[in-house]
């Protein structure tokens, strides 16, 4: 199985490229640690709360606020004041577009979990609610194709600076 990317034309469309120019690059300085990807599953899953957060995640708290702070100010996640009869106010946590832009991200790291970091498959599935099927991430083209890995290649973004 063919799992390197084709360069489109002669030239290869990274020369002269270095890490502060690669999105994958720019994209993990965002989510760059293992708490700020658990955090994002949780909020996937519901998790609003900050000490649900650091529980669910297996986090201490100082480690939930840094991330939480560092999600929030990267713009996936926003803060909602609530307060309960009698409490104080305080802080719930939302995906905004941005953050949950980042589904298909987290669903393909959790399929590649199951498959090869999983013994036993891993311990939950996601389902489409509609008709019960697994539900998996994969690439597809903008025209709807199924894409596979031998089936791309790299080639300079139309407009992109040099």
Known sequence: ????????GRLDPRE???ADRCSVARAFD???TRSALLILREAFYG???FG???KRVGISEPVAAARLKELVESGLLVQEDYREPGQRVRRLYRLTQKGAELLPVLVALMDWGDRWAC???GPVALRHQ?????VHAELRCEHGHR???DELELAVRAGAAP
């Not at 199985?1 to 489109?8: D, F, G, P, V």
């Not at 509609?130 to 697994?134: A, F, K, P, S």
């Open 47 to 49: 998790t609003a709360r």
């Open 52 to 54: 649900d957060f650091a």
């Open 119 to 121: 013994d036993d498959g």
């Open 30 to 32: 965002v989510v760059h």
């Open 147 to 149: 894409v596979a890995a």
């Open 130 to 134: 509609d008709c019960g099927g697994v």
């Open 16 to 18: 002269g490229w270095d």
């Open 1 to 8: 199985m063919a799992s390197t990317i084709r360069l489109a």
